[in-house]
């Protein structure tokens, strides 16, 4: 019998949070097709493995050999592979990160499937994918027996947790094959960033932030809410911010409660990159550029005079001046 796959990838021991929206679309297509949920977890605890269960997978099968504590994509792979040639399913899910991209693409070659990246709807045997900013919804179309999908962050709802869930756990054997990559080393962010794709709350900066000393003033801003610290390609491409900041369709796509986007004017590849946020606050001189118009409310004035006044505000409301 096949099954939706769900492939939860871990990162040095700690879950990804996109694995539980990952559950709660692989849930509701498990349910619509009358198919098991089959989650395969890597670089993982039988403790966490738990959790997949109380979240609705019905079989979980993971691993914690030491070769997969940090991602090479051949090893992981070959999990999955490994993984998809037993099991025989319909569906495989990935997160749409940096990971589950890289990984998404080498599993389809490899079991001949058909492949949709950024999918924001499931429906059965089709895909919907955004395009242009949200203006153009293409609806994907599968003629493989296998789907590899990468989803959008923040477009599918999370599985609830249900503490006393019961469904099979099994340990799998890892030989890992030789590879041509191999793990050098590992940044971590500063202390306190938000990762943007589990975001709620989003910061982001453009071409009029003027520099790297007025990303510090957005730091202080993004810290102040809990928000993670967005950028625009054109600050990334000036230096001002590391690369891992970048929202947009070459860098980060996002789906925040809130996006505050500071002195960005609204390129294509930038809105495209952010147009699933449910609120969008635009701060830019400029009232007849494209973030403006498409901003839910949008100021028009200084940042540098009006960010200082609203941590300030923020800061006297949760009483910590």
Not at 273 to 302: H, K, L, R
Request: net charge neutral; hydrophobic share 45%.
């Amino acid at each position: 019998m096949s099954s939706i796959l769900v492939v939860a990838l871990n990162q040095r021991g700690q879950s990804n949070p996109q694995t539980w929206e990952l559950l709660g679309a692989g849930r509701a297509l498990a349910d619509a097709s009358k198919q098991p949920l089959l989650a395969v977890l890597i670089g993982a605890t039988a403790q966490q493995a738990q959790e997949l269960v109380e979240r609705g997978a019905d079989r979980v099968l993971w691993t914690g050999h030491p070769t997969l504590q940090n991602f090479v994509n051949e090893l992981y792979a070959q999990i999955v592979l490994e993984t998809a040639q037993k099991e025989k399913p319909s569906h495989i899910l990935l997160p749409s990160n940096v990971m589950g991209r890289s990984l998404a693409g080498r599993l389809a070659v490899k079991l001949e499937a058909g492949l949709a990246t950024d999918v924001s709807r499931l429906d059965g045997g089709h895909a919907e994918r955004n395009h242009y900013n949200g203006n153009l919804k293409a609806a994907v179309e599968f003629s493989s027996p296998i789907r590899v999908l990468t989803l959008q962050p923040m477009a599918f709802a999370p599985a609830l947790r249900h503490s006393g869930r019961s469904g099979k756990i099994e340990e799998l054997s890892f030989s890992p094959a030789s590879t041509r990559a191999e793990f050098v080393s590992f940044q971590a962010e500063e202390a306190g960033e938000i990762d943007l794709g589990a975001a709620e709350g989003i910061v982001t900066g453009g071409r009029g932030v003027g520099g790297a000393d007025g990303f510090k003033l957005l730091r202080e801003f993004a810290h102040t809410l809990g928000a993670a610290l967005g950028a625009t390609r054109a600050a990334v491409d000036s230096g001002w911010i590391p690369y891992r900041h970048q929202v947009g369709l070459t860098g980060r796509t996002v789906s925040p409660k809130l996006y505050i986007a500071c002195g960005a004017s609204g390129q294509i590849q930038h809105m495209a990159g952010m147009s699933g946020s449910a609120n969008i606050v635009a701060i830019n001189t400029d009232a007849g550029c494209p973030m403006m118009q498409q901003a839910t409310i949008a100021v028009v004035g200084d940042l540098f005079q009006l960010i200082p006044s609203i941590i300030t505000e923020i800061k006297k409301r949760k009483g910590a001046l």
